[in-house]
C-alpha cells in the first residue's frame, strides 16, 4: 500500500510540475460554458476561451477543442464555430443537427465569414493573443445548442475528457467544475443579467508534452570579446537535418515552397543548430550611466511565419529599461517583490510579424538599460539573459562557460567598432 501511494504521489508531482512555468506560474488557458437559455430538449449555451498565459498565444492555425458528451447530447446549431465533423445524424428526421458524435472537434471559423455566423470575439481561424499582449484579443468565444440533454441545472450532466490543441499538443485539461453564474451587463450597463448555469475547464500547458527538443536557442556576443557564442549544436535537435535546404538552394524559387502544410511539417534552412528560431543578444555598448543591447531574432523555416509572436527575457536589469526602440515592451511581474522579467513583441502593423526564413525573416531592436551600481557589471556573464522565451516555449542558452568573456586587462569602456562588424558579418552569413 505504501508503495502505491508513493508512486501515486511521484505522478502528481511530476505531473504538475510539467506544467508549472515559474515565470508565469498562473499561465492557463480557461474555457468557460455559460447556460443562457433552455430549449425543449437541452440548451444554449455560450463558450469563451480566455488565454490567461502572459507570453504564450494560440497561434495558426489556431486551436482545436474537443470533450465527450456525458449521455447522448447532440450539437443542433453553432454560431461562430464548427465542428469538423458531423457524425452519422441519420436516426433524425426533419431537422439534421449540426454534429452527432460523441466526441465532436470544434475549430474557430476564419475571418470574413457572413455576419449572420459571427459571434462575439469570434472568427480570428482559432488565434488568440497572450494576456500579457493584449487582454482584449486573448479572448475567442462561440455560441452552442445543445439537444438531448437535461434542461434543468439539477439534469444537466457536464461534458468530460476536455482536450485542447492550439494548434498541437502541449495542453492538459482537467474536469469542468459548476463555478458561480456568470453577471453581464446591458449594453446600456444598467441591468445585469446572470448565466442560468457556469462551468469551467482549465488547461495548462507543458513544453515537455510538447515536444521532445527545444524549439528555439540563443546565441550571445559583446563589444568586450570577437568571440561569438553560437547556438549548440543540434539544440533543436538533428531530425530535420536530411531534409534542411542551404540558403542558397534552387529549391527556394520553386513555387509553393513556402506554403505551410497541413501537418506542420518544417522545411529547415541547414545550421548546425537545427532551430525554427534564433535569438541573438548583443552586449552593444556602454555609457557612464547606461549600457546598450541589441536583440535579434531569426526565422529558419521557409514553411512558417511568425504573427502576434512574442519573446520574454529574464535579466536583473530589466528592472531598469530606459527605452526600446523598435519593439513594444511590458514588464512581467510574476512575483511582486521581483522585477527582471519583461516580454518583447512587435509593433502593430511594423514588425509584429516574422516572416519565413529569407532575407526578410529576421526582426531586431535595441534596449537601452540603466545601470544599478551595486549589481551592475561586466564580469562572469552577468550581461547575458538567464532565461529567453520565444511564443512562450523556453529557448535553449549556451554553457555559461563559453560565455563571451571580460578581458582581464581591458577596462569596460573597449571600442565597440571591431566586434561590432563581426556581429554583422555573423548575421549575414547564417
Same mark, same amino acid.
Given at each position: 500500500?505504501?508503495?502505491?501511494?508513493?508512486?501515486?504521489?511521484?505522478?502528481?508531482?511530476?505531473?504538475?510540475?510539467?506544467?508549472? +512555468?515559474?515565470?508565469?506560474?498562473?499561465?492557463?488557458?480557461?474555457?468557460?460554458?455559460?447556460?443562457?437559455?433552455?430549449? $425543449? +430538449?437541452?440548451?444554449?449555451?455560450?463558450?469563451?476561451?480566455?488565454?490567461?498565459?502572459?507570453?504564450?498565444?494560440?497561434?495558426?492555425?489556431?486551436?482545436?477543442?474537443?470533450?465527450?458528451?456525458?449521455?447522448?447530447?447532440?450539437?443542433?446549431?453553432?454560431?461562430?464555430?464548427?465542428?469538423?465533423?458531423?457524425?452519422?445524424?441519420?436516426?433524425?428526421?426533419?431537422?439534421? $443537427?449540426?454534429?452527432?458524435? /460523441?466526441?465532436?472537434?470544434?475549430?474557430?471559423?476564419?475571418?470574413?465569414?457572413?455576419?449572420?455566423?459571427?459571434?462575439?470575439?469570434?472568427? /480570428?481561424?482559432?488565434?488568440?493573443?497572450?494576456?500579457?499582449?493584449?487582454? @482584449?484579443? =486573448?479572448?475567442?468565444?462561440?455560441?452552442?445548442?445543445?439537444?438531448?440533454?437535461?434542461?434543468?441545472?439539477?439534469?444537466?450532466?457536464?461534458?468530460?475528457?476536455?482536450?485542447?490543441? =492550439?494548434?498541437?499538443? *502541449?495542453? !492538459?485539461?482537467? &474536469? =469542468? /467544475?459548476?463555478?458561480?453564474?456568470?453577471?453581464?451587463?446591458?449594453?446600456?450597463?444598467?441591468?445585469?443579467?446572470?448565466?442560468?448555469?457556469?462551468?469551467?475547464?482549465?488547461?495548462?500547458? @507543458?513544453?515537455?508534452?510538447? &515536444?521532445?527538443?527545444?524549439?528555439?536557442?540563443?546565441?550571445?556576443?559583446?563589444?568586450?570579446? %570577437?568571440? #561569438? !557564442?553560437?547556438?549548440? @549544436?543540434?539544440?533543436?535537435?538533428?531530425?530535420?537535418?536530411?531534409?534542411?535546404?542551404?540558403? +542558397?538552394?534552387?529549391?527556394?524559387?520553386?513555387?509553393?515552397?513556402?506554403?505551410?502544410?497541413?501537418?506542420?511539417?518544417?522545411?529547415?534552412?541547414?545550421?548546425?543548430?537545427?532551430?525554427?528560431?534564433?535569438?541573438?543578444?548583443?552586449? /552593444?555598448?556602454?555609457?557612464?550611466?547606461?549600457?546598450?543591447?541589441?536583440?535579434?531574432?531569426?526565422?529558419?523555416?521557409?514553411?512558417?511565419?511568425? @504573427?502576434?509572436?512574442?519573446?520574454?527575457?529574464?535579466?536583473?536589469?530589466?528592472?531598469?529599461?530606459?527605452?526600446?526602440?523598435?519593439?513594444?515592451?511590458?514588464?512581467?511581474?510574476?512575483?511582486?517583490? #521581483?522585477?527582471?522579467?519583461?516580454?518583447?513583441?512587435?509593433?502593430?502593423?511594423?514588425?509584429?510579424?516574422?516572416? %519565413?526564413? *529569407?532575407?526578410?525573416?529576421?526582426?531586431?531592436? %535595441?534596449?537601452?538599460?540603466?545601470?544599478?551600481?551595486?549589481?551592475?557589471?561586466?564580469?562572469?556573464?552577468?550581461?547575458?539573459?538567464?532565461?529567453?522565451?520565444?511564443?512562450?516555449? %523556453?529557448?535553449?542558452?549556451?554553457? $555559461?562557460?563559453?560565455?563571451?568573456?571580460?578581458?582581464?586587462?581591458?577596462?569596460? !569602456?573597449?571600442?565597440?567598432?571591431?566586434?561590432?562588424?563581426?556581429?554583422?558579418?555573423?548575421?549575414?552569413?547564417?
Amino acid at each position: 500500500m505504501r508503495l502505491v501511494i508513493l508512486v501515486l504521489c511521484v505522478i502528481v508531482l511530476f505531473s504538475n510540475a510539467g506544467a508549472y +512555468d515559474p515565470l508565469d506560474p498562473n499561465g492557463n488557458v480557461t474555457i468557460k460554458w455559460d447556460i443562457v437559455s433552455w430549449t $425543449p +430538449d437541452g440548451y444554449v449555451a455560450d463558450v469563451t476561451l480566455y488565454n490567461f498565459q502572459m507570453f504564450r498565444h494560440l497561434m495558426n492555425p489556431g486551436w482545436t477543442l474537443g470533450w465527450t458528451w456525458a449521455k447522448k447530447e447532440v450539437i443542433w446549431s453553432m454560431i461562430g464555430a464548427q465542428t469538423t465533423e458531423q457524425g452519422d445524424c441519420s436516426k433524425f428526421k426533419g431537422n439534421i $443537427p449540426h454534429c452527432c458524435k /460523441k466526441i465532436p472537434t470544434v475549430v474557430d471559423l476564419l475571418p470574413g465569414v457572413p455576419y449572420n455566423q459571427q459571434f462575439t470575439n469570434c472568427c /480570428k481561424g482559432g488565434v488568440v493573443a497572450a494576456w500579457g499582449q493584449d487582454p @482584449s484579443q =486573448a479572448i475567442s468565444s462561440f455560441q452552442i445548442s445543445v439537444g438531448q440533454a437535461g434542461t434543468s441545472n439539477k439534469t444537466v450532466k457536464l461534458p468530460k475528457n476536455f482536450t485542447l490543441l =492550439a494548434p498541437g499538443p *502541449g495542453y !492538459t485539461c482537467g &474536469r =469542468a /467544475k459548476v463555478v458561480p453564474s456568470t453577471t453581464f451587463l446591458t449594453p446600456d450597463k444598467r441591468r445585469k443579467t446572470q448565466a442560468l448555469m457556469t462551468w469551467n475547464v482549465t488547461c495548462t500547458y @507543458s513544453q515537455f508534452l510538447a &515536444r521532445k527538443n527545444p524549439a528555439c536557442c540563443v546565441s550571445l556576443s559583446s563589444f568586450y570579446n %570577437e568571440t #561569438i !557564442t553560437p547556438c549548440p @549544436s543540434c539544440a533543436c535537435g538533428c531530425q530535420n537535418k536530411r531534409n534542411c535546404v542551404k540558403s +542558397d538552394s534552387k529549391i527556394l524559387s520553386m513555387v509553393g515552397v513556402h506554403t505551410p502544410k497541413k501537418d506542420n511539417e518544417p522545411l529547415m534552412q541547414c545550421t548546425h543548430h537545427m532551430c525554427p528560431i534564433r535569438v541573438h543578444w548583443h552586449v /552593444k555598448q556602454n555609457y557612464k550611466d547606461y549600457w546598450r543591447v541589441k536583440i535579434a531574432i531569426t526565422n529558419f523555416n521557409y514553411r512558417m511565419n511568425y @504573427s502576434l509572436w512574442t519573446l520574454a527575457i529574464q535579466h536583473p536589469n530589466l528592472n531598469n529599461v530606459t527605452q526600446v526602440f523598435s519593439f513594444d515592451y511590458k514588464p512581467i511581474l510574476p512575483y511582486a517583490s #521581483i522585477n527582471d522579467t519583461g516580454m518583447f513583441f512587435g509593433m502593430k502593423y511594423f514588425n509584429d510579424l516574422l516572416m %519565413e526564413a *529569407g532575407p526578410t525573416g529576421n526582426v531586431q531592436s %535595441e534596449v537601452l538599460l540603466q545601470k544599478d551600481k551595486d549589481t551592475f557589471t561586466f564580469k562572469q556573464g552577468w550581461a547575458f539573459p538567464r532565461k529567453v522565451y520565444f511564443n512562450g516555449d %523556453e529557448c535553449m542558452l549556451p554553457p $555559461p562557460d563559453s560565455y563571451p568573456f571580460l578581458p582581464n586587462s581591458s577596462p569596460q !569602456t573597449l571600442n565597440a567598432f571591431p566586434a561590432l562588424i563581426l556581429s554583422l558579418i555573423f548575421f549575414l552569413v547564417l
